[in-house]
């Protein structure tokens, strides 16, 4: 048995205002509300209310055969409630349905893991309290920011009560011959991994409507079949997972509507569930599906899914990125022993990765996707407004 | 006495201190009776006849086509901007004419009747040396082609006595001017091209600054510096240079209170950020002082061709949220970056003169500055270091740190310094070698 697991992230940053220095001190707002008002309402009309309906419609049709996972970030639940309450009640409904699983991550979509474990810990609780009061979900399963992961992160989240899982890219170089068709261990075989199939994953989140691709255009039968095929080679009974993680505005936003991505996805259950080895899992069911001793695999160095190379790069490759987080977390600090809860709110909305990618000067196709995602003209101009709020920051701390 | 004055820059047509110096000298030069006619790179054919102080910031224009200018003075405006945006002012210089309007030079320039008026064999040289450079494919240098151009028709219609021009960008033109009228040709340096180039710079440029300097019966050099400058690098007649120090005259609806944006010590750049300033001096600057005093801020005042190395340089060098940049910044922008200044810098590599300084010790800023500078040899309360000294640079800040009331002591001495050097006493100088040098003219033999 094949069973497809389809998680999607949501999430949207606060977006830093154009921030002088001669506004330090006068009271303005560090964030652009008139743009993340815009953006959270512009992607919940294209994205995320056409894609919630679509998929409650083939939830309910398909009578829990047919399954989904989201995470979604503190930082995206707050603007729904400010920007498109709509949304936020048809999350809740596709919840009650039984057939989706919330995971948890930071609240703020932070890279905190790396800098902070404390602070780790207070944003993954607070994570997981939001997910508790909003969809009354408790939380089983990790997913750290843009799927970071290595050893040491399954040691923090084993000590968390509750984690059973964690899911991750499917890096070749950790892999190597390995298939991520297989439920995984970590390094101490006490947590269940899960792999993004990111050729498969990608076709959907990245190639789908490129017409440069040989396959284009992504028919469901085409891509059914290529699943199909996946299988040829276990002839043990054994539960395999084909992890297809990805960005939720992959439908609508990444792919316009246009592309065909929503009658993609509407046909794409009942043709799969059509072949009686392939089914629909969520990542908290492959605990007890997993019916082999699970392997456990050791990342020694930090993984993501971003870009080619899968790694910190996107946030942390260039001395702005580096200046800029050294500079958050030592400030963070300092709040902390001061102990201003209002100060520190914003510091660790200063702490959202997106802040960090826009700073990424990294060129060729990589870059592209940086500059299409961020709402800057070049990464020096995204760092100039982020390092100018910092320096606002510290006056208020100061102050 | 009637002056046709040649220049690149005036208000609103800003881009560095020539703009601001000229605004100063032409606004004292009407008050002490000179009358000038204005000739700058608008996109319409016009000169704006000067005639009284007010005339610097109404700007009166005159097309030089007779119907043009009948409809323009037919036409009401609503405000002193509409009525420069239909002139073609606007205060980016890079907008001035459409390079689409520009005739191919080499065929509309007349050179061989231009040489048939030339007297002497040297003059023929500098005339070939001035066209034969004049050529290239740069938007600038098409922008001076046509300004050139130009300049004919406005020294055969306009009436003067003497003509003045500021900088390269403008000699061609002053040249042409001389020739046809034969009155005399002052040429005025506020920079040279291994000022601003930082190293030997643009050939070209060189020798037409060097064949209107020849050309020129007096050359005004606004600092020692840059008059040694010209007659080392550029071998001009010792004779002919008069040094005439820019002056600063604060605008009188300056806001100058104290205000501040950091609770730490403030130290401010501000200027273009390019080679010639020393932006690479200033993070090094910073980079020690922070050591030694982490709670300073160090601001960026402005943008250039090195904005981006000084930025990535700046995180490489981890100085934090210490370095700042504020982009570029209009006039009131300005205003409140100095308001909130402790310590003024200007670590320039070379600087003919640099007005900027003194603009900052107006505001009480106590301010340090490149000995490679013409201010230098202006100001006395203000602190002079070879601008590659930077252990000497960051000591000095480090000082003034911990001594603020020093600090503040020197700002004031140096506020009050800096309010005595007005444009009048510069102007004076101008108007006497204005007359010294029509007396020569007018005594000179006739060829």
């Given at each position: 048995?094949?069973?497809?697991?389809?998680?999607?992230q949501?999430?949207?940053?606060?977006?830093?205002?154009?921030?002088?220095?001669?506004?330090?001190?006068?009271?303005?707002?560090?964030?652009?509300?008139?743009?993340?008002?815009?953006v959270?309402?512009?992607?919940?009309?294209?994205?995320?209310?056409?894609?919630?309906k679509?998929?409650?419609?083939?939830?309910?049709?398909?009578?829990?055969?047919?399954?989904?996972?989201y995470?979604i970030?503190?930082?995206?639940?707050?603007?729904?409630?400010?920007?498109?309450p709509?949304?936020?009640?048809?999350?809740?409904?596709?919840?009650?349905?039984?057939?989706?699983?919330?995971?948890?991550?930071?609240?703020?979509?932070?890279?905190?893991?790396?800098?902070?474990t404390?602070?780790?810990?207070?944003?993954?609780?607070?994570?997981?309290?939001?997910?508790?009061?909003?969809?009354?979900?408790?939380?089983?399963?990790?997913?750290?920011?843009?799927?970071?992961?290595?050893?040491?992160?399954?040691?923090?989240i084993?000590?968390?009560?509750?984690?059973?899982?964690?899911?991750?890219?499917?890096?070749?170089?950790i892999?190597?011959w390995?298939?991520?068709?297989?439920?995984?261990?970590?390094?101490?075989?006490?947590?269940?991994?899960?792999?993004?199939?990111?050729?498969?994953?990608?076709?959907?989140?990245?190639?789908?409507?490129?017409?440069?691709?040989?396959e284009?255009?992504?028919?469901?039968?085409?891509?059914?079949?290529?699943?199909?095929?996946?299988?040829?080679?276990?002839?043990?009974?054994?539960?395999?997972?084909?992890?297809?993680?990805?960005d939720?505005?992959?439908?609508?936003?990444?792919?316009?509507?246009s592309s065909g991505?929503?009658?993609?996805?509407?046909?794409?259950?009942?043709?799969?569930?059509?072949?009686k080895?392939?089914?629909?899992a969520?990542?908290k069911?492959?605990?007890?599906?997993a019916?082999?001793?699970?392997?456990?695999?050791?990342?020694?160095?930090?993984?993501?899914?971003?870009?080619?190379?899968?790694?910190?790069?996107?946030?942390l490759?260039?001395?702005?990125q580096?200046?800029?987080?050294?500079?958050?977390?030592?400030?963070?600090?300092?709040?902390?022993?001061?102990?201003?809860?209002?100060?520190?709110?914003?510091?660790?909305?200063?702490?959202?990765?997106?802040?960090?990618?826009?700073?990424?000067?990294?060129?060729?196709?990589?870059?592209?996707v940086h500059?299409?995602?961020?709402?800057?003209?070049?990464?020096?101009?995204?760092?100039?407004?982020?390092?100018?709020?910092?320096?606002?920051?510290?006056?208020?701390?100061?102050? | 006495?009637?002056?046709?004055?040649?220049?690149?820059?005036?208000?609103?047509?800003?881009?560095?201190?020539?703009?601001?110096?000229?605004?100063g000298?032409?606004?004292?030069?009407?008050?002490?009776?000179?009358?000038?006619?204005?000739?700058?790179?608008?996109?319409?054919m016009?000169?704006?006849?000067?005639r009284?102080?007010?005339?610097?910031?109404?700007?009166?224009?005159?097309?030089?086509?007779?119907?043009?200018?009948?409809?323009?003075?037919?036409?009401?405006?609503?405000?002193?901007?509409?009525?420069?945006?239909?002139i073609?002012?606007?205060?980016?210089?890079?907008?001035?004419f459409?390079?689409?309007?520009?005739?191919?030079?080499?065929?509309?320039?007349?050179?061989?009747?231009?040489?048939?008026?030339?007297?002497?064999?040297?003059?023929?040289?500098l005339?070939?040396?001035?066209?034969?450079?004049?050529?290239?494919?740069?938007?600038?240098i098409?922008?001076?082609?046509?300004?050139?151009?130009?300049?004919?028709?406005?020294?055969?219609?306009?009436?003067?006595?003497?003509?003045?021009?500021?900088?390269?960008?403008?000699?061609?033109?002053g040249?042409?001017?001389?020739?046809?009228?034969?009155k005399?040709?002052?040429?005025?340096?506020?920079?040279?091209?291994?000022?601003?180039?930082?190293?030997?710079?643009?050939?070209?440029?060189?020798?037409?600054?060097?064949?209107?300097?020849?050309?020129?019966?007096?050359?005004?050099?606004v600092?020692?510096?840059?008059?040694?400058?010209?007659?080392?690098?550029?071998?001009?007649?010792?004779?002919?240079?008069?040094?005439?120090?820019n002056?600063?005259?604060?605008?009188?609806?300056?806001?100058?209170?104290?205000?501040?944006?950091?609770?730490?010590?403030?130290?401010?750049?501000?200027?273009?950020?390019?080679?010639?300033?020393?932006?690479d001096?200033?993070?090094?600057?910073?980079?020690?002082v922070?050591k030694?005093?982490?709670?300073?801020?160090?601001?960026i005042?402005?943008?250039?061709?090195?904005?981006?190395?000084?930025?990535?340089?700046?995180?490489?060098?981890?100085?934090?949220?210490?370095?700042?940049f504020?982009?570029?910044?209009?006039?009131?922008?300005?205003?409140?970056?100095?308001?909130?200044?402790?310590?003024?810098?200007?670590?320039s590599?070379?600087?003919p003169?640099?007005?900027?300084?003194?603009?900052?010790?107006a505001?009480?800023?106590?301010?340090?500055?490149?000995?490679q500078?013409?201010?230098?040899?202006?100001?006395?309360?203000?602190?002079?270091?070879?601008?590659?000294?930077?252990?000497?640079w960051?000591?000095?800040?480090?000082?003034?740190?911990?001594?603020?009331?020093?600090?503040?002591?020197?700002?004031?001495?140096?506020?009050?310094?800096?309010?005595?050097?007005?444009?009048?006493e510069?102007?004076?100088?101008?108007?006497?070698?204005?007359?010294?040098?029509l007396?020569?003219?007018?005594r000179?033999?006739?060829?």
């Amino acid at each position: 048995m094949l069973n497809i697991i389809f998680y999607f992230q949501v999430h949207q940053p606060y977006r830093l205002a154009h921030y002088n220095v001669l506004d330090i001190g006068n009271g303005d707002k560090l964030f652009d509300d008139r743009l993340n008002g815009q953006v959270m309402r512009k992607v919940a009309e294209k994205c995320y209310l056409p894609t919630n309906k679509l998929l409650l419609e083939l939830i309910k049709q398909n009578e829990g055969r047919f399954k989904i996972a989201y995470s979604i970030t503190g930082t995206a639940i707050e603007q729904f409630k400010l920007y498109s309450p709509e949304t936020l009640d048809s999350f809740k409904e596709l919840v009650d349905t039984g057939c989706v699983e919330i995971m948890g991550e930071t609240y703020f979509h932070s890279l905190a893991f790396l800098y902070d474990t404390n602070e780790f810990l207070d944003q993954v609780k607070m994570h997981r309290e939001l997910m508790k009061q909003e969809f009354g979900y408790d939380t089983v399963t990790f997913r750290n920011t843009e799927l970071i992961y290595q050893d040491r992160l399954s040691d923090i989240i084993y000590e968390i009560e509750g984690f059973k899982t964690i899911v991750t890219e499917g890096v070749d170089r950790i892999l190597q011959w390995r298939t991520p068709l297989y439920a995984y261990k970590n390094y101490s075989k006490d947590i269940n991994l899960l792999l993004k199939y990111y050729q498969l994953a990608d076709d959907i989140a990245f190639r789908f409507s490129n017409r440069d691709w040989p396959e284009y255009p992504l028919t469901v039968d085409k891509f059914v079949n290529w699943i199909d095929h996946l299988t040829l080679g276990e002839t043990g009974g054994k539960n395999l997972f084909l992890n297809l993680f990805m960005d939720y505005e992959t439908f609508g936003e990444h792919q316009w509507a246009s592309s065909g991505i929503f009658e993609f996805m509407r046909h794409f259950p009942a043709e799969v569930l059509t072949r009686k080895h392939l089914g629909f899992a969520t990542p908290k069911d492959t605990t007890h599906l997993a019916n082999y001793q699970q392997e456990s695999l050791s990342f020694p160095e930090p993984v993501s899914w971003a870009d080619e190379e899968r790694d910190l790069s996107a946030w942390l490759e260039n001395d702005m990125q580096k200046n800029a987080i050294e500079t958050l977390y030592e400030l963070m600090a300092r709040i902390k022993q001061k102990g201003d809860p209002e100060l520190l709110r914003t510091a660790r909305l200063l702490s959202t990765s997106d802040h960090f990618y826009y700073m990424c000067s990294k060129y060729f196709q990589d870059g592209d996707v940086h500059k299409y995602f961020s709402p800057y003209d070049s990464p020096d101009q995204a760092y100039i407004y982020y390092i100018t709020a910092l320096a606002e920051l510290e006056e208020r701390i100061l102050g | 006495m009637n002056i046709l004055m040649f220049t690149w820059e005036f208000p609103p047509l800003i881009s560095g201190g020539l703009g601001m110096a000229c605004y100063g000298m032409v606004k004292a030069l009407l008050s002490q009776g000179i009358k000038i006619d204005l000739v700058l790179p608008t996109k319409e054919m016009v000169y704006f006849p000067l005639r009284q102080e007010s005339d610097v910031d109404t700007l009166p224009a005159v097309f030089l086509d007779p119907k043009q200018h009948k409809e323009f003075s037919e036409r009401t405006f609503k405000t002193m901007n509409e009525r420069l945006e239909y002139i073609g002012i606007s205060s980016h210089p890079e907008s001035y004419f459409s390079l689409r309007d520009i005739k191919r030079y080499s065929t509309a320039v007349k050179k061989v009747y231009w040489l048939s008026e030339v007297v002497t064999n040297e003059e023929r040289d500098l005339w070939e040396e001035m066209t034969a450079n004049l050529i290239g494919e740069e938007d600038l240098i098409r922008k001076v082609q046509e300004y050139t151009l130009r300049a004919d028709r406005f020294a055969r219609v306009l009436d003067y006595d003497l003509i003045h021009a500021h900088d390269w960008l403008t000699y061609p033109s002053g040249m042409l001017a001389k020739q046809h009228s034969k009155k005399p040709l002052i040429v005025h340096i506020h920079a040279t091209e291994f000022d601003r180039a930082g190293g030997p710079g643009d050939e070209r440029v060189h020798k037409i600054e060097h064949a209107g300097m020849t050309y020129a019966d007096k050359v005004i050099a606004v600092s020692k510096y840059t008059a040694q400058m010209i007659m080392s690098r550029y071998r001009i007649d010792t004779g002919k240079i008069r040094i005439i120090h820019n002056a600063f005259s604060i605008p009188d609806d300056s806001v100058m209170t104290p205000k501040r944006i950091f609770k730490g010590p403030t130290v401010l750049f501000l200027g273009r950020i390019t080679l010639q300033k020393g932006p690479d001096y200033y993070l090094e600057i910073a980079e020690k002082v922070l050591k030694v005093h982490p709670e300073a801020r160090f601001i960026i005042a402005g943008t250039g061709d090195m904005s981006r190395y000084v930025l990535r340089k700046s995180a490489a060098m981890r100085l934090k949220n210490r370095f700042l940049f504020t982009g570029f910044l209009n006039r009131k922008q300005v205003e409140r970056i100095l308001q909130a200044a402790d310590i003024y810098v200007l670590p320039s590599v070379s600087e003919p003169f640099g007005i900027s300084p003194l603009e900052a010790m107006a505001f009480g800023i106590t301010s340090i500055i490149s000995k490679q500078s013409g201010v230098a040899e202006v100001v006395r309360h203000a602190f002079k270091i070879d601008y590659w000294d930077v252990d000497l640079w960051a000591e000095t800040i480090n000082h003034l740190i911990e001594n603020p009331d020093k600090c503040t002591k020197m700002g004031i001495e140096g506020m009050h310094e800096v309010n005595r050097i007005g444009w009048d006493e510069a102007a004076e100088k101008i108007r006497h070698l204005y007359s010294s040098t029509l007396a020569e003219f007018i005594r000179r033999p006739l060829t």
